[in-house]
């Protein structure tokens, strides 16, 4: 059972560089959601889908973009990294919208370190 | 703004020991309350959650109660175990008109020694 699979598990960048996160899921969840983690800090909603094709800001969408072209995957674009961006980024998927009845399902994370 | 917050951290205790981490919540209308681990080097997984007031959930042995009068979320254990060794994270969703967003607090590190 695959569940959440994110790519890399590391990265260094240098500021200015761009790249992508990947994200994949293998459950067919429609919902699905990338978070940022930062020490001492709760994670922080970046954006998230509610299906291929669909996609809306959550509460952190600066210097981001996201794209669903299919229903498995969600990636995340750095298009000029900052070091404000040194986060540990979590991707999750759901069944459901309703987070009462269908627990989010979290990928291992990717530690970002920006310099 | 609707928030979490949850007691510092690092936690170490002894095994067998009794836990509890301290969570608040500040929230319009009627949220759910949520507790999410993080195994090391792992990602975060749903231990367990309540969506009303007075209910309790429970899972693995630990333990939470949704207190509207006090805004609080507390998570207990009785006997921790090595095991138990994580990042517990308090957070919660609005009951109605459920956007699958959640809000998270600031996570505490659990340590429990041999």
């Known amino acids: 059972n695959a569940g959440v699979t994110q790519t890399p598990k590391f990265r260094i960048l240098k500021i200015g560089q761009s790249m992508t996160l990947q994200c994949a899921q293998d459950?067919?969840?429609?919902?699905m959601y990338w978070y940022r983690q930062d020490p001492g800090m709760g994670l922080k909603l970046i954006y998230y889908?509610?299906?291929?094709?669909?996609?809306d800001k959550g509460e952190v969408p600066n210097g981001y973009n996201v794209s669903r072209s299919t229903t498995e995957d969600f990636p995340l674009r750095l298009e000029l990294a900052a070091p404000s961006q040194t986060s540990v980024y979590f991707c999750?998927?759901?069944?459901?919208?309703?987070?009462?009845?269908?627990?989010?399902?979290f990928g291992n994370g990717t530690r970002l370190t920006v310099t | 703004g609707d928030s979490v917050t949850q007691m510092e951290g690092p936690v170490t205790l002894s095994e067998e020991a009794f836990l509890t981490i301290n969570c608040t919540y500040t929230?319009?209308?009627?949220?759910?309350l949520f507790w999410y681990v993080q195994y090391p080097g792992e990602g975060l997984q749903l231990l367990l959650k309540?969506?009303?007031?007075?209910d309790k959930g429970s899972n693995k042995g630990f333990e939470a109660t949704y207190r509207k009068e006090t805004t609080s979320f507390h998570l207990e254990k009785g006997s921790v175990q090595v095991s138990d060794s994580a990042v517990y994270f308090c957070?919660?969703?609005?009951?109605?008109?459920?956007?699958?967003?959640?809000?998270f607090g600031q996570g505490t590190t659990l340590q429990v020694k041999p």
């Open positions: 999750a998927s759901s069944w459901l919208q309703d987070l009462n009845n269908s627990p989010l399902h």
């Open positions: 459950m067919n969840h429609n919902y």
């Open positions: 889908s509610v299906g291929a094709g669909i996609t």
């Open positions: 929230a319009t209308g009627y949220p759910s």
């Open positions: 309540a969506t009303k007031a007075d």
């Open positions: 957070a919660l969703t609005h009951g109605s008109g459920n956007t699958g967003k959640l809000i």
